[in-house]
């Protein structure tokens, strides 16, 4: 009941945009409900005869794909996917983050045909362009105004756009005559991506496993979990104020002159549990990081385009950063793009310093890709955000503890979210939190329909959880 009332009270006091009609508050929810693994249901492992498919596939145990055929999805329609055997889910995740104009938007399909139709390819090296790499760059410097940006340069995901980062911040550093400052800041629980630069920066341990990550040159700081982290009676202001003298405790730890460059931050965490900041975080993060020289890099992948109510997560939160990353939403997942923003000083020592080198030798053969372009453009045009916010977490505890978690090999969320794709519906299970981030199209009765599905799987776990209990009795 407590998440069913905090959708329909939201939902109430919302204005929607054009295609953003209906958004409800990024938040996350602590429930005492628990549940054991629970493998998928066979009716939803539904390609027959791919078992042990010849895919290597992305965050999938090895048993999964051996064991079980995959969720063949077919089609999509709006808010909506369809399985090889014709069922029919929402999808509340709205694919990883990203299909935020649904699955079936006209207006890019039509653009992606017609740049296909005119230039479905060309690079972007030694001064080449396209027109619509061209003007999705200005379109953006434009889109963004928590401060001025300066410079964009286009990558293929949001991994690539992090993994830019670095590269750009070390020439950066290495121009102004600093080859020290090299060291990055990030935060514990947090995620970046999956190459071995961004999967460093994830503050997320099973990112490291088995990898021999992180590397040396990041670091992690306290996560800003006020309700998991928070000391008895501390406020949180108080927890902000004791987080930031932490973050400052660990740059003078590690040489604030001539080591640490830059530290990377999701306004909101999302894979790490769909975290808000606490009250007066940013304000006092960004005062130490200024204090030191230390540059700001707001990793928007997540954010951007809507999610949080605001066009970038950097304007519900008041940041200023140096640099920015952009993805997902950035086409509605259409096509794959991501981005860079960096500010003018920053764009204007990087230019001089490839002068100076002979030219500036980072890119990707599909930087700028004129489809991707394509898309991205008429999605910016698309876009007009308001509101509160389209992102809810909730996580499973006992008790209502932070202290309290759940067995492991109980897999509360595992089998909620089976209970979920039962009834129709995809959710994101990372660990014992749920998280739902819906296409931003949705409307009052598919909100209602997500109530209808959580509620009925939330009565599974609730019983299987007695089960579950009474045997450890």
Known sequence: MMFANLLRSTLRNTQGGIYINHIVTARTLHCTKEASLQKEDSATNNAKGFKGHDMLSPFTSGWQ????????????????????????????????????????????????TAQLNTLPFYHSFWNHASKPSLDLAKKLLNTFTATKMGKVFFTNSGSEANDTQVKLVWYYN???????????????????????????????????????????????????????????????????????????????KEGPQTLIAAFMVEPLMGAGGVIPPPKTYYEKIQAIL??????????????????????????????????????????????????????????????????????????FTYSGHPVSCAVALEVLKIYNIRGSGLLIGTEFTDKKSPNSPFPTEWGVGEYFGGECKKHGMIVRCAGNIIVLSPPLIITPQEIDKIISIYEKALKATEERVKELKSQKK
């Not at 369809?82 to 999808?91: C, R, T």
């Not at 928007?300 to 939160?317: N, P, Q, S």
């Open 174 to 252: 290495n121009a102004l005559g600093r080859p020290t400052k090299k060291k990055f800041i990030a935060l514990q629980n947090s995620y970046h991506g999956g190459t071995i630069i961004s999967a460093s920066l994830s503050g997320l341990s099973v990112m490291h496993q088995g990898f021999d990550l992180p590397t040396p040159f990041v670091l992690h700081t306290d996560c800003p979990h006020y309700w998991r982290f928070h000391l008895p009676g501390e406020t949180e202001e108080e927890f902000s104020t004791r987080l930031a003298d932490n973050l400052e405790k660990l740059i003078l």
């Open 65 to 112: 794909s051996a064991n079980l055929d995959p969720v063949l999805i077919e089609k999509s329609e709006g808010p909506y996917v369809y399985d090889s055997n014709g069922k029919k889910y929402l999808d509340a995740l709205a694919g990883l983050w990203c299909t935020a104009l649904g699955g079936s938007e006209q207006r890019l399909i039509a653009a992606a």
């Open 290 to 363: 200024k204090k030191y020289d230390i540059l700001l890099i707001a990793d928007e992948v997540i954010c951007a385009f809507g999610r949080l109510g605001t066009m970038f997560g950097c304007d519900k939160y008041g940041i200023k950063p140096d640099l920015v990353s952009i993805a997902k939403a950035f086409s509605s997942g259409y096509m794959p793009i991501g981005a860079v923003l960096m500010s003018p000083e920053i764009a204007k020592v990087i230019l001089s310093h490839s002068d100076k080198l002979g030219l500036f030798a980072h890119g």
